[in-house]
Structure formats: C-alpha cells, structure tokens
C-alpha cells in the first residue's frame, strides 16, 4: 500500500487496524512470555522519563524532544498543570502546532539560551499566561520550582534543536533538579 492510500483511509481507521493486529499477535503468546517482555521493559533515557516528586512537584526530563512534534506528545502526556522549560530558539522553527497543546495544558513556560531572540515568547503570546526568558538551565529550574504551587508538573522539553547534545542537558537538568 501506497503512502497516499494509506493516509486516505484516516487515523481511526489507521489506528484500529495497528490495535486489532496487536491484539492478535498478543493472543499467540503465553503468559510468561508477556512478563517476561514486559518485566525487561527499560524506561528511555531523556525521553519522558520521571526524575523526582519534590513538595508535590514532579519533575520529567524529556530532553530528548528537540522538535515540536515530540514536545507535543509529552505536553499531551502531562495529566496536571505544567511548567514547560525549552530552550530558545533561532526563529526557524515553527511552533504552530504546539500552540493547542500549550493552549490546553501549559500555565507558564520558561525559555533559556544563548540565543537572544524573543521568538518563543512572541510565539506563545496570549496563549501562555507567563513567558520568561532566563539565562541557564540551572535558572530555570529554581524559577520553575520556585513558580509552582504545588500538585504540578515541571516538563523539561526543548522542542528545538540546541548546540548541546540530548545527553549534556539531560544530564545537566538531573543534576539541578537534584541538587532542589
């Protein structure tokens, strides 16, 4: 099957047939097969991955998410209010995609970044109720955790890409967050 016949027959239609091919598959296998599958199931590194519950706070590293489409799953994955951290980025990127999500899930986003451009901010404007620019991921966690009120979410998600590596400011937002 082409890609045109394929995107024609719509999601639901796409999304029924991956699910009923699953269910199938599924029924073959035995009981202990299953748990030994899923048993063995490693949670990705930077992708999504819950870090820590500090006073009522959760904080996700998903560093791994360098384009909107990938933030968009993880913002559309936060079940409370959400403080999104992203990076800055250098207007070429375009966030009208994300701009629902945020609508629907975001209460404040904090960018950071070498670059100087106000492009996230104009980007989310009227659509976040707070955007600030601060200078370092280390900043923005404090101002993330000190910002929330609790029963939140802090999302870690650049949605762009960065001229430090997924691993790099993974790791530099574990630390922070718990060094809090």
């Known amino acids: 099957m082409d890609i045109e016949l394929l995107a024609k027959q ?22 202990q097969t299953l748990r030994n599958c899923f048993s063995s199931f490693e949670q990705d590194e930077n992708r999504l991955e819950f870090l820590a519950r500090v006073q009522e706070i959760e904080f996700f590293n998903d560093a791994a998410s360098q384009t909107p489409n ?33 609508l629907e899930k975001v209460k404040t986003l ?13 980007a989310f404007a009227g659509i976040i109720p707070t955007i600030i620019k601060v200078d370092d991921l280390e900043s923005a966690v404090y ?38």
């Open 110 to 122: 904090i960018y950071f970044g070498d670059n100087n451009t106000q492009y996230l901010k104009r």
């Open 70 to 102: 990938s933030t968009w799953f993880s913002l559309e994955n936060m079940c409370k209010p959400t403080i999104w951290v992203a990076c800055s980025d250098d207007g070429i990127t375009d966030f009208t995609s994300l701009i629902p999500m945020a």
């Open 10 to 31: 719509g999601r639901t239609k796409i999304h029924s047939g991956l699910a009923g091919i699953d269910v199938n598959q599924l029924m073959r296998l035995r009981k």
């Open 143 to 180: 101002k993330a955790f000190y910002l929330s009120e609790g029963n939140e979410a802090v999302l870690f998600s650049p949605a762009c890409k960065t001229q430090h590596t997924v691993e790099e400011l993974g790791h530099s937002f574990k630390r922070v967050v718990q060094e809090l």
